[in-house]
């Protein structure tokens, strides 16, 4: 067998073939493939890596943008392209990666047109941004191949919007919004006779829960600011009818409040924490029902409570409050409460 195996060798030598000169050429359309598709692997997983990173930062940008646009009055005439960028490029370099370039736009609900560029103050109309973020970089193996590009670019977008909370919550209290009594003395009604909270109620600290707190004209001596502790408010929204408690003791926090220093779900004696409270009002007035009493609720706000003895709470009522949940694209300049800063796009 050997002998043949030599025997056919000499022959194509002598015939003319040249067997390692064809190797070397079958080598390098091998080697020109395998760079080819490790070019292919490494190029695209480094492409797909990057696009995952100016998305973050396009995100990011997007939602400290949103904030800004939320944050915005007659007195504070933020320029949002700062944040914006200050968001996005963090996020960016926690990868290593630099967008070279960041566009945030205002944009509105409801508007086809773009509302003009971050750089410039927040437009009545805004009602969020929409941030745009592009990245170029060098290609590695990939550009052996004929006709491969020297250089990928890459582009993300995001949209973030502020809309108005629209979400449930069942917090121990139920707050009467009219002639509502001040701590330190004297009353003040955060309800204004159409039902909305008024400005001036903003920053004012009322008294929530305690003996003799004020009713709404529910004739029940024994009502002291409580919720039910039971699952009845569960799920109730504005303009529902929501039930408090007679008793002196707070049921506790049923669901916990997803934003800046939130009180906890189960704590039954919340303090220097936010909860989002029912506000009652008088007109119509509460019905009692045997040992509770039903109350007619238009509004939800956002009160900073604070515990001042046993069984007794303070709130201050916030002006502006941000939390993660349901909303609606129902947000304007000045209608200032509860918000969700959310993606949209």
């Known amino acids: 067998m050997i002998t043949r195996i030599h025997a056919l060798f000499r022959q194509r ?20 493939s395998l760079l080819g598709m490790l070019g292919l692997a490494t190029d695209l997983g480094f492409a797909f890596a990057e696009k995952r990173t100016i998305q973050n930062a396009a995100d990011a940008g997007a939602m400290a943008d949103a904030r800004a646009v939320a944050k915005w009055s007659l007195t504070n005439l933020t320029s949002a392209q700062s944040e914006a960028q200050t968001f996005a ?10 967008p070279q370039s960041m566009e945030c736009t205002f944009v509105n609900y409801n508007l086809g047109s773009d509302l003009g560029p971050c750089s410039l103050g927040v437009p009545l109309a805004a009602t969020g941004v929409r941030v745009d973020v592009r990245e170029e970089h060098p290609t590695f193996f990939i550009r052996v191949l004929p006709g491969a590009p ?17 979400g449930s919550t069942a917090g121990p209290f139920i707050v009467c919004g009219v002639n509502t009594k001040l701590e330190g003395g004297g009353r003040f009604s955060i309800l204004l006779p159409d039902n909305s909270i008024n400005p001036l109620a903003y920053g004012r600290e009322f008294q929530i829960h305690g003996p003799s707190v004020e009713d709404c004209g529910a004739q029940s001596s024994s009502f002291n600011g409580t919720s039910v502790r039971s699952n009845a408010n569960d799920n109730k929204r ?10 002196t003791i707070a049921g506790p926090v049923r669901f916990a409040v997803n934003g800046i220093d939130g009180c ?20 119509p007035l509460p019905v009692k029902n045997g040992g509770e009493v039903d109350f007619q609720v238009p509004r939800l706000a956002a009160f900073l409570v604070t515990k001042t003895a046993s069984n007794r709470h303070t709130g201050t009522l916030l002006e502006d409050y941000v939390v993660s949940g349901p909303g609606e694209n129902t947000w304007c300049r000045g209608c200032h409460g509860i918000v969700v800063v959310r993606m949209t796009a």
Not at 151 to 163: E, G, I, K, P
């Open 13 to 32: 030598q002598e015939d003319g073939a040249a067997p390692r000169g064809q190797v070397l050429v079958l080598f390098a359309l091998f080697l020109t």
């Open 264 to 283: 906890a779900v189960g704590d039954s004696g919340p303090d220097d924490c936010v909860l989002i409270l029912p506000i009652a009002t008088n007109a």
């Open 150 to 166: 020297d250089s990928m670019a890459l582009t993300a977008s995001a949209t973030a919007n502020v809309q108005m909370f629209n």
């Open 238 to 247: 504005e303009g529902d009818t929501w039930t408090g408690d007679t008793g």
């Open 89 to 98: 490029l963090a996020a960016a370099n926690r990868v290593g990666a630099t």
